[in-house]
T-cell receptor, first 114, second 114 residues
């Protein structure tokens, strides 16, 4: 069964530091991969998605992720953290097509230290 | 920019009561979904709907749940007899379904069952 595993339920970085949120996927077919962000008491906002085009995907708010098939990873990075990046981040996979259900990881809460 | 809307934003109900959560998907979208997120947990898929019928459902989506597209714009989730464990945030999503197309999520309805 397709799934995603997010390593680290909570990540804390200093403002201006590199953000790295880890995600590994399990899929028997080339998947669609996503990162969603959820700010407190809000809905889910798409940060970026991989759909088998370029392996380095750029998203909103300066985030990017790299699809590495050999490592089955899709880690999310941002070179310089901002206080407004504090939120819950979900890695997700849609196994068959963009019309398939999305399977979410357990989430990583990102905290930013001043 | 088109968006998925959901009403109400919050609903409090007594155990055993019926609730209907409403969603207005993006107008030209063809695939519709409900997900839920119990407080502090990950987002879980409930059901997908296409061409006026359920295309996939999870084990959570038992006989207490039903979905309907009563007209050309609304998509509803009915819980027939609510239980305490139905307390969660419920998200509606929709997509056009073509290759690479994103699922767009609504802001959610927070359901509290007392």
């Amino acid at each position: 069964a397709q799934s995603v595993t997010q390593l680290g339920s909570h990540v804390s970085v200093s403002e201006g530091a590199l953000v790295l949120l880890r995600c590994n996927y399990s899929s028997s077919v080339p998947p669609y991969l996503f990162w969603y962000v959820q700010y407190p008491n809000q809905g889910l906002q798409l940060l970026l998605k991989y759909t088998s085009a370029a392996t380095l995907v750029k998203g909103i708010n300066g985030f990017e992720a790299e699809f590495k098939k050999s490592e089955t990873s899709f880690h999310l990075t941002k070179p310089s953290a901002h206080m407004s990046d504090a939120a819950e981040y979900f890695c997700a996979v849609s196994p068959y097509s963009s019309a398939s259900k999305i399977i979410f990881g357990s989430g990583t809460r990102l905290s930013i230290r001043p | 920019e088109p968006e998925v809307t959901q009403t109400p934003s919050h609903q409090v109900t007594q155990m055993g009561q019926e609730v209907i959560l409403r969603c207005v998907p993006i107008s030209n979208h063809l695939y519709f979904y409900w997900y839920r997120q119990i407080l502090g947990q990950k987002v879980e898929f409930l059901v997908s709907f296409y061409n006026n019928e359920i295309s996939e459902k999870s084990e959570i989506f038992d006989d207490q749940f039903s979905v309907e597209r009563p007209d050309g714009s609304n998509f509803t989730l009915k819980i027939r007899s609510t239980k305490l464990e139905d307390s969660a945030m419920y998200f509606c999503a929709s997509t056009l379904g073509t290759s690479g197309e994103t699922q767009y999520f609504g802001p959610g309805t927070r359901l509290l069952v007392l």
